[in-house]
């Protein structure tokens, strides 16, 4: 009867919550990587060395890290149906406004203040997955949840594209077409995840009686099984959240540093155009949307979370040392595709790490402690890889310093210790 009720609550929620989560999450992170489209043209217009380009490209995330911590903090006292919804029409303002860029100092302030309005989103909804999923059922749903990146970059690529070649339709430029329309769906949802999210299982109406008393049950069984730690930031006392959160750091290095590069790569190494370029770029996200599911799947039914996450840092920072030596199109793309999957594929048992340390007051500050300690690589990446870029005028040493900070996050993780002497709660 435990487990028949299980699958069918975990069956629900997942039906009434990762879709529509799934979708807010497109639209999220299409709108920090579309830069890396707009790239194409506004570089070029407005005379954006590569080196002011990847500072821009990664201010996103100087905004994401200061702004991080207060405003999960917030969510978790206002809720999240509220808080969720208010940064969606903000960010999505500002995303829409990009079109106003006149020169790198503009480019830097409207990226910065991106981040800002969107840094309370993600940790948001790993808090929000936590309060709702038991634990056996979290990797597989973050898993779920996250595949919307690789897949905002597979629907994202082609749409970009083409809106690029609305090139001075109506006066505008094809990178302002492309922000104003990649930032309307955001102010749109915005206004819809108000009415439809609930922000806590007592109030499920869609769940029975039965269902909703069982996974009440069950998750504060699990919060009680966590040793209480006083203050809100207790989990910044914690060893193993700064090594999460050094984890992370690896990890966005290569994410960020590759996505907001990728169409420049890829015309780098074929001199196709931009719509092809887009089509090329959604290659790498459409494996790992794929890989990364099965790998959370598999995490949670073991109950292994380290080497999960560590394998595929491994093999992503295999893949882009290859990639970085790639002269032609067919293995630079391959290459990056494997070395993309990897960095998914450590996304949901990743997750499911800092989750099973962290409750209360205590989850919401340290999830984002590490998401925007972890983010700020999303800042050196790109940064890094435009500066290298250069000075040299090749992305090979670029790729070879993100390639070894994905390897020492494999490293790290390993070095994580199991057990509940660390785990901290308010």
């Not at 869609?206 to 269902?211: G, N």
């Not at 196709?272 to 089509?279: D, H, K, M, R, S």
């Not at 409750?359 to 972890?374: D, L, P």
């Not at 670029?398 to 996050?409: F, R």
Request: glycine share 10%; net charge positive.
């Amino acid at each position: 009867m435990q487990s028949e009720i299980e699958s069918v609550v975990v069956r629900k929620l997942t039906w009434r919550l990762i879709p529509f989560l799934f979708l807010l999450y497109i639209v999220a992170y299409l709108d920090r990587i579309n830069v890396g489209f707009a790239a194409l043209q506004m570089r070029q217009q407005l005379a954006f060395t590569d080196a002011v380009y990847g500072l821009g490209a990664g201010m996103f995330f100087a905004g994401y890290f200061f702004f991080q911590m207060p405003s999960n903090l917030v969510l978790q006292r206002v809720g999240a149906r509220r808080w969720i919804s208010l940064l969606m029409v903000v960010w999505g303002l500002i995303s829409a406004s990009m079109i106003l860029v006149s020169g790198h100092r503009s480019f830097y302030l409207l990226r910065f203040l991106l981040g800002a309005a969107e840094a309370g989103f993600f940790p948001g909804v790993i808090l929000y997955l936590k309060n709702w999923f038991p634990a056996q059922a979290r990797a597989r749903t973050v898993a779920r949840f996250m595949t919307a990146g690789p897949l905002s970059g597979v629907l994202g690529g082609p749409i970009s594209g083409a809106l690029l070649g609305l090139h001075l339709t109506a006066g505008l430029a094809g990178w302002q077409w492309m922000f104003l329309m990649e930032g309307i769906p955001a102010i749109l949802l915005g206004a819809v995840a108000f009415a439809y999210l609930v922000d806590q299982p007592e109030q499920a109406r869609w769940l029975s009686t039965a269902e909703r008393d069982w996974l009440v049950n069950t998750l504060q069984r699990e919060r009680a099984e966590i040793a209480i730690v006083n203050g809100q930031f207790a989990a910044l006392r914690s060893p193993r959240i700064w090594m999460l959160a050094l984890v992370y750091f690896g990890l966005t290095t290569v994410s960020y540093g590759v996505s907001l590069w990728l169409p420049t790569l890829i015309r780098s190494v074929s001199g196709v155009g931009n719509f092809a370029i887009g089509l090329l770029s959604a290659i790498p996200y459409l494996a790992a949307a794929v890989a990364m599911v099965a790998v959370g799947t598999h995490s949670d039914r073991t109950g292994e979370r380290r080497w999960h996450t560590a394998l595929p840092a491994f093999i992503g920072a295999l893949a882009l040392t290859c990639a970085a030596y790639s002269t032609s199109i067919g293995p630079a793309i391959l290459a990056v595709s494997i070395a993309v999957l990897g960095v998914n594929c450590m996304l949901g048992p990743f997750w499911s790490m800092p989750t099973a340390l962290l409750s209360g007051t205590a989850a919401a500050a340290g999830i984002a402690f590490i998401n925007s300690v972890g983010n700020l690589g999303g800042f050196v990446g790109p940064y890094v890889i435009g500066l290298v870029r250069t000075s040299t005028g090749q992305f090979k040493g670029g790729l070879l310093l993100v390639s070894a900070a994905l390897a020492t996050s494999g490293a790290i993780v390993l070095m994580v210790r199991s057990g509940k002497d660390d785990q901290v709660k308010q």
